[in-house]
Nanobody
């Protein structure tokens, strides 16, 4: 059983930065993809960024150039560095793991591709 725990959320002013972390345990997939998703009440879940076990990344157009996804494999931790935050970035953010490895955004940024999910962490951005 894979477990994921997010941390690093909170409140920030527009233009500010935050770094989210996702500690993972029990991931036995040799080939895998890890992703960040976000959701606000009443809206569909949105894929934000992904990184697979080969290090390939994909990003949603709305965050390209502002967000960076990375991993520390030794620690089993996934990160999302978020810079130049905007009020529209405010949401509940989730990390996820899936047993696949490729860099096709239509798959890597689709929630249905992933098997295991964290409990989510709230990001608030004030204007």
């Amino acid at each position: 059983q894979v477990q994921l725990v997010e941390s690093g959320g909170g409140s920030v002013q527009s233009g500010g930065s935050l770094r989210l972390s996702c500690e993972t345990s029990g991931n036995r997939y040799t080939k895998h993809c890890m992703g960040w998703f976000r959701q606000i009440p009443g809206k569909e879940r949105e894929g934000v960024a992904s990184i697979d076990s080969a290090g390939r990344t994909t990003y949603a157009d709305s965050v390209k150039g502002r967000f960076t996804i990375s991993t520390d494999n030794a620690k089993g931790t996934l990160y999302l560095q978020m810079n130049s935050l905007r009020p529209k970035d405010a949401a509940m953010y989730y990390c996820a793991v899936g047993p696949f490895a490729f860099s096709i955004a239509t798959m890597t940024l689709a929630g249905r591709s992933y098997t295991y999910w964290g409990q989510g962490i709230q990001i608030t951005v004030s204007s």
